[in-house]
């Protein structure tokens, strides 16, 4: 009788598909880095170069178009904080979900401090307590809480994603760091709580596989 084919081992097969896509990510953000580029203005742009006889195929080289210092350092940051996320989804699911809350408390605060409209010192304070009560049920494996924290979190990595151009003009940053907010703070927030939802048996850091059934047990 012919041995039975192996099983895929689940815990190896969702890390490999987690650091799969965040690569992907990563990658498409260089490329996409290089084709918004315009290493032409390095050089004064296409009109100046034309009051000398100079085209920007003339002085452009293929250097040019790598992306430059910012982009390969938000790169690393993106993809080092999403691995560390995913590898302790389970404390990420409950104390960043609650850091993030009280986030929304001190944003509230200094709000009220500069004078700002009540409407977004209201939403803020509620953002903090909506995601401090998320926190807590998670920590009590309930439904409930995670995919009320999901459904926020995810919520604001795809304003945050979308405003990256808006955060870049007010803030003076970079592209590449502005995209820091949504790809190293909240994406990282997503993949935690996609990959640890209630009942799910708890991994530690880097283990191969599931170390324990039950939430309790497992450290």
Partial sequence: M????????PVQTQRMLVYTIVGLLCLAGLILAVAFSDPCK?????????????????VVAWTDWIPRWRAWVAVAIIMA???LAYELRFYVRVHGVG?????????????????????LIVFYALS???MILAAWGIQRERREG????????????????????????????????????AMAVLLPMVIALLCSPPGAPRVKPFARTAVASSPQSAF
Avoid: R
Avoid at 2 to 9: E, L, S
Avoid at 43 to 58: I, Q
């Fill in 81 to 83: 904080v999403n691995v």
């Fill in 42 to 58: 390095a050089y004064g742009g296409e009109a100046k170069l034309g009051l000398v006889g100079k085209k920007c195929s003339d």
């Fill in 99 to 119: 850091a993030l809350g009280a986030l929304f408390f001190v944003t509230a605060g200094t709000s009220a401090v500069e004078g700002l409209p009540v409407p």
């Fill in 128 to 130: 903090g307590v909506a």
């Fill in 146 to 181: 995670w995919s009320a924290a999901l459904a926020m979190c995810s919520v604001l990595l795809t304003g945050h994603f979308f405003g990256t151009a808006k955060i870049a003009q007010e803030t003076g940053w970079s592209m590449a760091f502005a995209l820091l907010p």
């Fill in 2 to 9: 012919a041995d039975a084919k192996p099983q895929p081992d």
